[in-house]
């Protein structure tokens, strides 16, 4: 019998230094300092631009290392005290040390670096950011329930669960709910199953719930114990879910079909959608990237356009109230028919919702057949690579990429402009204050720069 020998492992030391201090060059995409060490990048949690800080729990890793901020021998001017409590301890945020207006440009930078150093790439018009209210703007939220039925949020870096008491990003509709909800689970018995909770604020409306919680668990739930919580919350509907993909439930156990209504302010226009749908968390910033959107696009009748990833139609029925043709593409069909729908409440008829992959060839067979001449671009974090190669072979003059995510916006960026498309415009949005994440649109014009 053949004896197959492992050979030897030889164990690699470093030499480099462990700091104790280290100067704060600039902000990472992430929103963590930028140091450097021994020819080598650092990335700093809790450390801003300028600072000198003690560090702990250095990490190296191959190419960087990481670590913590122990303590500001020199502060930024920009630093200021967070206004949450549990920041220290909470994942949901990470920026609230610096000052709430400066937030948005430093992230704005890191993905102008990125641009430029990645793909030698820079718009010809920055256009000022696009922000709300540093507080009270997250219209769902999510909280996980520990061992002792506290509602609570996730740790950094860990899967600790963060007991909180309140949350000021979240709309003060869903921050009224909080003590009442927690009182509910302090009148549970032990080990009650409830396992998360979820909060989502809806349209004032008095014919719509303007609130709502959807409430997961593992165990039977008494009828009693459903019906005491829906009586304290007479304005929010409370829904109940036995399994991850099961069916929601009324409080007196009834399967239900649940929607609620959002609203787009300036555009008159309503969406329905079910708890769990896709929608923009930032309601402000949301009525302001739309009022963009339509102002690059300059639609008229004569316009042909395509809403690729349109989800229930957040872009694509402000868009069919001003072009002549109107073409919603979205991969699930739940979303198409969600978006079909919301079509038929706002009484736009020159509007189509195709449920399509958008990873196939077809795409390009369908912008021609429609003679789609404007596109809006709206993908997930992972980007859209392909559909950006389709788009290069099409007849589209004019696309506005609203992105989630900087580096897969930034190599789709590079496939267009190779492809001859200009960046014309870019503009950066505050969607969710207080954190890294970083949310951008910009205006890509097929040839001549726009002047």
Request: glycine share 6%; hydrophobic share 40%.
């Amino acid at each position: 019998m053949a004896r197959i020998f492992k050979p030897k492992t030889v164990r690699r030391t470093s030499t480099e230094a462990t700091p104790s201090q280290l100067v704060i060059e600039g902000l990472s995409t992430e929103g963590r300092g930028i140091a450097r060490h021994e020819g080598k990048t650092v990335f700093v949690d809790g450390a801003l631009t300028g600072e000198l800080v003690e560090v702990v729990h250095y990490r190296r890793q191959k190419r960087f290392s990481e670590c913590q901020t122990k303590q500001v021998i020199r502060a930024s001017s920009e630093r200021v005290s967070p206004v949450c409590p549990v920041f220290d301890k909470c994942g949901g945020c990470q920026l609230q040390h610096l000052a709430a207006e400066r937030q948005i440009h430093y992230k704005q930078q890191a993905m102008l670096e990125m641009l430029q150093r990645q793909y030698k790439l820079q718009p010809q018009e920055l256009v000022e950011p696009i922000f709300s209210e540093s507080e009270g703007y997250r219209s769902r939220v999510r909280f996980g329930i520990d061992g002792k039925a506290r509602l609570s949020f996730r740790q950094k870096l860990s899967d600790t669960l963060v007991p909180v008491t309140g949350c000021p990003v979240i709309d003060p509709k869903l921050q009224a709910l909080i003590p009442v909800v927690q009182a509910w689970l302090d009148q549970l018995p032990g080990k009650a199953g409830i396992t998360h909770i979820e909060m989502i604020a809806a349209a004032d409306k008095p014919s719509d719930h303007s609130s709502a919680l959807v409430i997961r668990h593992t165990k039977p739930l008494r009828a009693e114990t459903r019906q005491a919580l829906q009586c304290q919350l007479s304005t929010t509907a409370c829904w109940f879910q036995a399994e991850k993909a099961g069916p929601l439930t009324d409080a007196n156990s009834e399967v239900v079909k649940p929607t609620l209504v959002t609203v787009l302010g300036d555009e008159n226009i309503q969406l329905m959608f079910a708890p769990g749908d896709f929608t923009q968390v930032n309601t402000q910033v949301n009525q302001q990237m739309i009022q963009q959107a339509m102002a690059w696009l300059d639609l008229d009748k004569s316009d042909r356009v395509a809403d690729l990833f349109c989800g229930m139609g957040n872009f694509t029925l402000p868009i069919a109230k001003r072009a002549t043709k109107t073409l919603g593409i979205e991969g699930s069909k739940l979303m198409v028919e969600r978006a079909a729908d919301n079509a038929l409440i706002n009484r736009l008829s020159d509007v189509e919702f195709k449920a399509l992959d958008l990873n196939s060839t077809e795409l390009n067979q369908m912008l021609k057949r429609e003679k789609i001449n404007k596109l809006l671009l709206d993908p997930p974090r992972s980007g859209a690579k392909f559909v950006c190669e389709q788009i290069a072979n099409s007849e589209v003059e004019k696309v506005v990429y609203v992105s989630c995510n900087p580096a897969s916006f930034a190599r789709d960026a590079s496939i267009l402009t190779q492809s001859g498309f200009s960046m014309t415009a870019l503009r950066s949005m505050d969607m969710f204050p207080h954190t890294s994440h970083m949310e951008a649109m910009a205006l890509f014009v097929r040839g001549k720069l726009e002047r």
